[in-house]
Each structure stands twice: as C-alpha cells, then as structure tokens.
C-alpha cells in the first residue's frame, strides 16, 4: 500500500529554523516533490529530489534518503508568511507521473 | 514552471444541478492534467488523471460518470461534477504535469464548490 507520514502540526518562532520530517512507504518512487500550500489556496511547488542528498534553494532546503523512505524540509530564518501548510508527495507510485500527497503539516510562525 | 488558470475560483450551485470547471494551461502544452479534491485539512486527493484526445484515467472510487472530465486540446481540461449534491462540496483543483521537466505538477487556483 501507499503510506506517507508527516506531523500534523509544528509552530516556530520568526527567524528560527524548523524542520519538517517526511517518511514514506510507496510501491513505486520516482521522486519526492515538497509543495507549500497557503490556506485557501492552491500548492505551490518548492523543492524536487530524487537521488540521496541534499538540495538547497534559498532558505528552503530538502534532503531525501531513499533506503530509509525518508525526507525532511529545513526551512531557515523563518518569516510570518511562512506560517502554511507543507505538503510531502512522492511520484512514481501508482503511476508514473503521479503523485501521491501526504496529510500535510501545518506550520504557524510566531513572532 | 508552467502557468496554470483554472475557472471559476468560486461557485455555489443547487442541489441536482451540474457544474463545470476550466483548467488552462497559459505556457505549455499539457498532454496530462490531473484533478484533486481536497476537504477542509485534509491533503490532496487525486480523482483523476487526464489525458489529451483520449479518456481520463479515473482513481480508484471516483465515480467517473458523475465527474465528467474532457480533454480536448493540449492546453484545457475540464471536470464537470454532474447532479451535484452537498456531499460533493469541497476544493477542487487541477495541476498541470510536466513529464519533461521532473514531473514537476503546477496548481491552479482551485475552485470552492458549495452546494446547498
């Protein structure tokens, strides 16, 4: 089966750091996709890996270890626009382009 | 990435009444849209995949008969949700795929369907 595993909820102070731990159980993987999603609106793609590593973007990072089916997001200096949900998907599985989302994990940012 | 328009952004209809909604792909020619649903915190829930100048590709418990997706040209696709009833409010959103690139999927808006 398909099974992909965030925290529900996080908080974080403004200029912190906070990361975001994504593990997943798929019968396929073509890459694992990070979305940030506003409430209200539509997600908005922020990082892609597909091999073991990390990748940088800015303040958001992304590291992947597929032996262990497990993510995580750094996101650095923390801004209140931060404050959104974060959506781990894996692709790959069930199709090849598809994705399959996670439940999501809400961040509030505080001052 | 790819720009994505989807229309309308709202809508609130009555129950037993048909309602569509436009996916545009403004920059690309999308061979594959795909369609979400999303209830209120909750996380995405594909419905269907769509495929240009073919049939759609429906997921598992998606009544393909109630939504009606056409994907007539490489840059729209729609979903029209047939005898709509209260059941089927929720957040409906499509997302262009780019198998070129990644397979990176872009969003559209989304569209809020109520219906009463």
């Known amino acids: 089966g398909q099974n992909i595993d965030q925290p529900t909820e996080m908080t974080a102070t403004e200029g912190a750091i906070v990361q975001i731990n994504c593990t997943y159980q798929?019968?396929?993987?073509?890459?694992l996709f990070w979305y940030q999603q506003h409430a209200g609106e539509a997600p908005t793609f922020l990082s892609y890996?597909?091999?073991?590593g990390l990748e940088e973007k800015g303040r958001f990072s992304s590291f992947l270890s597929r032996s262990k089916g497990y993510s995580y997001l750094l996101l650095k200096e923390l801004q209140m626009k931060d404050s959104a949900s974060y959506l781990c998907?894996?692709?790959?599985?069930?199709?090849?382009?598809?994705?399959?989302f996670g439940a999501g994990t809400r961040l509030a940012v505080h001052p | 990435g790819a720009v994505v328009s989807q229309h309308p952004s709202w809508v609130i209809c009555k129950s037993g009444t048909s309602v569509k909604i436009e996916c545009r792909s403004l920059?690309?020619?999308?061979?594959?849209m795909f369609w979400y649903r999303q209830f209120p915190k909750q996380s995405l829930m594909l419905m269907a995949t769509?495929?240009?100048?073919?049939?759609?590709?429906?997921e598992q418990g998606v009544e393909k008969d109630k939504f009606l997706i056409n994907h007539a040209s490489l840059t729209l696709s729609t979903l029209t949700v047939t005898s709509a009833h209260p059941e089927d409010s929720s957040f409906y959103i499509c997302?262009?795929?780019?198998?070129?690139?990644?397979?990176?999927?872009?969003f559209g808006a989304g569209t809020r369907l109520s219906v009463l």
């Open positions: 920059d690309f020619q999308a061979t594959t």
């Open positions: 769509s495929n240009e100048g073919s049939k759609a590709t429906y």
């Open positions: 997302s262009v795929g780019t198998p070129a690139a990644k397979n990176i999927q872009y």
């Open positions: 998907a894996v692709g790959g599985s069930g199709g090849y382009n598809k994705l399959i």
């Open positions: 798929t019968s396929g993987f073509n890459g």
């Open positions: 890996n597909v091999l073991d």
